[in-house]
């Protein structure tokens, strides 16, 4: 039997709209291992221990147009903190891992690989990743999977699925897409992800939208269309909510049996399972009731309830930042300013 942990975003550097005051200066404060040290216990039983890399570690900017030297930038110590903690594998098929530059992203799976946890995804790595324990032979995919990169590639993303599934009994999919703050998975990411298991998809892995939403069984496969943020400096409480995913797989390569821990990042951005998730002011996970069928009304009511959520996303951007103005370093602020993040729309990649 083949146990598999996942989490979602691992969002380890300083966001601008938390600079000089987010995980880059708690770590700094309190070390690595602290944010770890009660979930330790359970990441440690997998024998694949998965999360997204969404950062790069301990390299300064090389690129003239990186948003800040210290922007979603990690301390090098986090590698040996999440190894420690039992991480063995990370996507870095993301829209951040480039953030500063190719030489960055080569000096973090230098680091990952020193500390024993293996890289998956583009540009790293096009091929899968594979492991084989307790009989059970698995291949890794990671895709990033803006709508604008889709058109075109799904019969590749297909293949490869299926190219994987000829020579491993378990083909596990890392998808970095959706929508972010949307508490649902659109109808046609719901079709796409079918559309892979049934190209021979055995899990799925979502993650970028920050906030949890459904699992659900398809055939005999176990999709998670957004596991939410694990580690991150995000304020709001959907973003600090999340799971735990843990997988049972049988040597014939079949999901047997499938279960989440919900987790939540207190006010000291550690991390710690939740025993009664009604504590703490929400019910957890938060879900808009949506209609996610394939056909042209859930359509219409995903666009609305996404509209909502952004405008609730740029009046709490606003908030937050004019609440924790002596928090920022003093040339931080116009940048903030600048961005035009108040005003734009949050998702800033085009629709699925």
Known sequence: MLRVFAVGDLMLGEHLLYAGHGMAAACRQRGAAFFLAKVKHLLSQGDITFGNMECTVGFQATRRDAFLPRQMLADPSWPDALADCGFNVVSVANNHTLDHGEAALARTAELLLRSGIAPVGFPLRASPLLF????????????????????????????????????????????????????NPSPDQIQFAHTLVDHGATVILGHHPHVVQRIERYDEAVVAYSLGNFLSDMHHLQTRDSVVLQLEIAREGRVSNWSVHPIRMGDSQQLEVISNPSV??????????????????????????????????????????????????????PRIVASGWFRRDPYPWPRW
Request: proline share 5%; with cysteine; glycine share 8%.
């Open 280 to 333: 703490g002011g929400s019910a957890w996970p938060k879900h808009e009731l949506l209609d996610c069928d394939a056909t042209g009304p859930s359509r219409a009511l995903y666009k609305q309830a996404l509209a909502r959520c952004a405008l609730g996303v740029r009046r709490e951007r606003l908030r937050y930042f004019l609440t924790h103005l002596t928090c920022y370093p003093p040339l931080v602020i």
């Open 132 to 183: 084989e324990k307790h009989g059970v032979r698995v291949g890794l995919l990671a895709y990033w999977l803006p709508t604008r990169m889709l058109a075109g590639k799904e019969e590749a993303i297909c293949s490869e699925i299926r190219t994987t599934k000829d020579h491993n009994h378990v083909v596990i999919v890392s998808l970095h897409w959706g929508d972010e703050f949307a508490s």
